[in-house]
Nanobody
Framework: VQLQASGGGLVQSGGSLRLSCAAS????????IDWHRQAPGKQRELVAS???????DYADPVKGRFIISRDNAKNTVYLQMNSLKPEDTAVYYC???????????WGQGTLVTVSS
């Protein structure tokens, strides 16, 4: 599977953005999809996950603000980001993995910048 992330940009604090992760390959629906982010000078962190059955999980800093969803018919996963804060500024990556966190593919990253 190959992944392509898009949708990043510059937004003011309190605004919203929707990221997309488009996948090629027939077995997209069999993977758990994560969104990770890496801020300047910081380690990459897991932000949100969605299983093959649609179960979602979120990191504490984004709970209640971000929503991850998937459309298997379109081979796409979305990350709706609301009430954005300057600390959300980072490069966001999508990734496909199995249940034991064995990663099969990473997208190239899309930059999100939140101005105060």
């Amino acid at each position: 599977v190959q992944l392509q992330a898009s949708g990043g940009g510059l937004v003011q604090s309190g605004g919203s953005l929707r990221l997309s992760c488009a996948a090629s390959g027939r077995i997209f629906s069999t993977y758990i999809i994560d969104w990770h982010r890496q801020a300047p000078g910081k380690q990459r962190e897991l932000v949100a996950s969605i299983t093959t059955g649609g179960t979602t999980d979120y990191a504490d800093p984004v709970k209640g603000r971000f929503i991850i969803s998937r459309d298997n018919a379109k081979n796409t996963v979305y990350l709706q980001m609301n009430s954005l804060k300057p600390e959300d500024t980072a490069v966001y990556y999508c990734a496909a993995r199995g249940w034991a966190f064995q990663y099969a593919a990473w997208g190239q990253g899309t930059l999100v910048t939140v101005s105060s």
